[in-house]
């Protein structure tokens, strides 16, 4: 390694801070999970961290993100500013303390701050190790200070450049491009992190602007989880509009929660420690469950809702429809495992119960419309559930989903061996023909599935396993359903949707994932759905046999271009479209209208070629997003509906080609 003496009172200086950001220049990965887009903007969010938890100690009111225009984010808050003062343990500046020391930050020593996320946000050092350049400007003590850093290397000294009457810290960086395989910024990510700072934190703004696009966002919420409450049953029919809300302090732990019901069947429940997600739970889902389930059954028997020899509601039955937030804040943070996904502090369980037990009965007593309506709702879902519990145990009993007996329309392959075998779900009788006749039969299996398969938002099990097109998908996998799934049963580890790329193809996709994302979740967890690519287009040449397939408008586009260009016939390049192609020698350019239009070797040979194909892992990390668009798809709604085909890339992700 050499270091260029620019300066000489920094060698020492870059020395050390070379050796202790080091690690996190040799194995990113460990820092930020990866150098892949979800790396690169784990950088902003350990920026955007910092401010919040400067908020959460009640000094930053608002955070701004700038994606600038030569390619450098910035992160600024309106906080204290990151003290400029000589730390007393590493005898340089707090702010270089915090650009060059691992896991420095506010959140070590005596920094005031009563709540963060802990283990959350390993820290601006991070950032500064992985970018070719930071600068960093702090708002304090009526003075500006900047400094610059490049590669995690100080290559300045915090100087006081001029005069303000603010506070606060603002970091630029430019994120290393030869660590990270892409340093393009997605508007759409950061926003969505924004949005969901401002839901968390009462009373923040934040806002970003693309200065390369022009566009520009801020979000505020009065009502904070309140509103992300509102915001989550958007497009959903709610049972009342008005929502339950308690915000409250035991011991030195925050409470906050919001409840308000839907007509839908599902629970959409967010919990949140120290505003991180906490995906797994913990002691405050527990308690607040605990809580729900009793106070609704009390109030219910208490009413006359719920005669005496009935049986009390049960717990899924009061949380059918339940969209709720719950945040909890407190001084020590402990979660279960490595990850932040499971809060264990066991007396957090004690305190979300109290709080609930008291503000959420004062709450049915005081709307007694809301109240009816909410246990009427638990009652139906009771009546409900036991007929359907009835009607697929009777089912079951006959004994539809087991027996070796495979579905007769399924095309099965020869190979046994899970790991080598791939089933195709693909739409319509026409292309399962030429699915079935261009196949591998080896290791590829062929189910096609008639039309709409049947919506399983609204449908409960029981009407689901009266579909014959879902019966033969569950004996095709082999894993059962509900208390029966096994996922060690799954006969194939590939589960390919194959639809054709065209409006309803993208339904029927969206059905069989909701099918999944529903009832097999494991399956997409562990990585077994996928989707297949067919080409948009066949570009037929004069005089050639065998023509180009193409997969996106793209790739289109250069295909001509190339075309055109290597055959030297530029000056016949016209205006119009239809005469490029043809000058380009293309007699023909056809849009793919389905894979039944496709004979069964170039479907093999366009998508479904294991060597060639591209396929599109169903990833679903965030089951809120899917959860959302799913019911909106689902819904009556039918422009929602158009605006969630055209978006429902975003739970789809991992090209595996
Ligand atoms: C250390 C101590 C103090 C504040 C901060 C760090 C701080 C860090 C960041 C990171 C982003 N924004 C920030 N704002 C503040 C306490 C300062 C004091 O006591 O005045």
Same mark, same amino acid.
């Given at each position: 390694m050499s270091l260029k003496k620019e300066n000489n009172e920094y060698t020492a200086n870059q020395i050390t801070v070379l050796e202790g950001l080091e690690p996190v220049r040799k194995r990113p990965g460990m820092y930020i999970g990866g150098t892949g887009l979800e790396g690169l903007h784990h950088l902003v969010w350990e920026l955007i961290d910092n401010s919040i938890d400067e908020a959460l100690a009640g000094y930053a009111k608002h955070i701004e993100v700038k994606l600038l225009e030569d390619g450098g984010v910035s992160v600024k808050d =309106? !906080?204290? !500013? &990151?003290?400029?003062e000589i730390h007393?343990? @590493? %005898? &340089?500046s707090t702010v270089e303390t915090v650009l060059t020391v691992l896991h420095a930050g506010g959140k070590f020593g005596d920094s005031g701050y009563k709540v963060s996320g802990g283990l959350h946000g390993v820290g601006s050092s991070v950032v500064n190790a992985l970018s070719n350049k930071l600068e960093i400007k702090v708002y304090r003590d009526g003075n500006i200070y900047q400094q610059f850093y490049e590669k995690g290397a100080p290559k300045s000294d915090l100087k006081i450049i001029g005069k303000t009457d603010q506070t606060g810290t603002e970091i630029t960086f430019y994120p290393d491009d030869t660590i990270f395989q892409s340093i393009q910024f997605n508007y759409e990510s950061i926003l969505d992190r924004l949005r969901h700072a401002a839901y968390l934190t009462k009373g923040i703004k934040t806002s970003i602007e693309d200065y390369k696009n022009k566009k520009s966002y801020s979000f505020y919420f009065d009502g904070g989880i309140k509103s992300y409450v509102k915001h989550l049953n958007l497009g959903k029919e709610v049972v009342d509009e008005d929502i339950f809300y308690v915000d409250k302090v035991v011991s030195e732990s925050q409470i906050e929660i919001a409840i308000q019901y839907t007509d839908s069947y599902n629970e959409t429940l967010k919990v949140f420690a120290n505003n991180v997600l906490n995906p797994d739970g913990g002691t405050h889902l527990t308690g607040f469950r605990a809580s729900l389930t009793r106070v609704i059954n009390d109030y219910a028997r208490k009413q006359g809702l #719920?005669? $005496?020899k009935e049986e009390n509601l049960s717990g899924e039955d009061t949380r059918e429809g339940l969209t709720a937030i719950i945040l909890v804040k407190l001084p020590d943070p402990q979660f279960e495992g490595? @990850? %932040?996904n499971k809060l264990g502090n066991p007396e957090v369980r004690g305190y979300v119960e109290q709080v609930m037990g008291e503000y959420f009965n004062y709450y049915l007593e005081e709307h007694p419309s809301v109240a009816k309506k909410i246990v009427g709702k638990a009652l139906l879902a009771a009546r409900a559930r036991k007929a359907a519990r009835a009607a697929r145990d009777n089912i079951l009993r006959k004994g &539809? #989903? =087991?027996?070796?007996s495979m579905p007769g329309k399924l095309a099965d392959c020869s190979n046994k061996d899970p790991k080598d075998s791939e089933i195709f779900l693909v739409e319509g009788d026409s292309a399962g023909g030429s699915a079935k006749t261009g196949r591998d039969s080896k290791s590829q299996a062929i189910l096609p599935l008639r039309g709409k398969v049947l919506n399983v938002e609204r449908a409960r099990l029981d009407k689901m396993l009266a579909n014959n097109e879902i019966v033969s998908l569950i004996k095709a996998l082999g894993v059962g359903i509900q208390e029966s799934f096994d996922i060690k049963a799954l006969r194939y580890h590939k589960i390919i949707i194959m639809t054709d790329a065209d409006v309803d193809g993208s339904h029927i996709a969206t059905l069989l994932m909701t099918f999944f994302f529903r009832y097999m979740p494991e399956v997409i967890q562990n990585g077994h759905l996928y989707i297949a690519k067919p080409p948009l287009f066949e570009l037929v040449r004069q005089g050639k046999k065998e023509s180009i397939f193409v997969y996106n408008e793209e790739d289109l586009e250069k295909i001509i271009n190339e075309f055109i260009k290597s055959r030297k016939q530029n000056e016949l390049i016209t205006t119009v479209n239809e005469e490029r192609y043809k000058s380009a020698g293309f007699i023909e350019q056809k849009r793919y209208k !389905? #894979?039944? $239009?496709?004979d069964g070797e170039q479907l093999y040979d366009t998508t479904m070629n294991p060597s060639k194909r591209v396929l599109i892992k169903v990833n679903i990390e965030d089951a809120e997003k899917a959860d959302a668009v799913f019911n909106k798809l689902m819904g009556v709604e039918v422009e929602l509906r158009k605006s969630f085909i055209q978006t429902h890339a975003r739970f789809v992700k991992d090209l595996d080609i």
């Open positions: =309106d !906080g204290r !500013g &990151i003290p400029t007393p343990k @590493t %005898k &340089i #719920l005669k $005496e490595q @990850t %932040k &539809i #989903l =087991d027996g070796a !389905g #894979l039944g $239009e496709m």
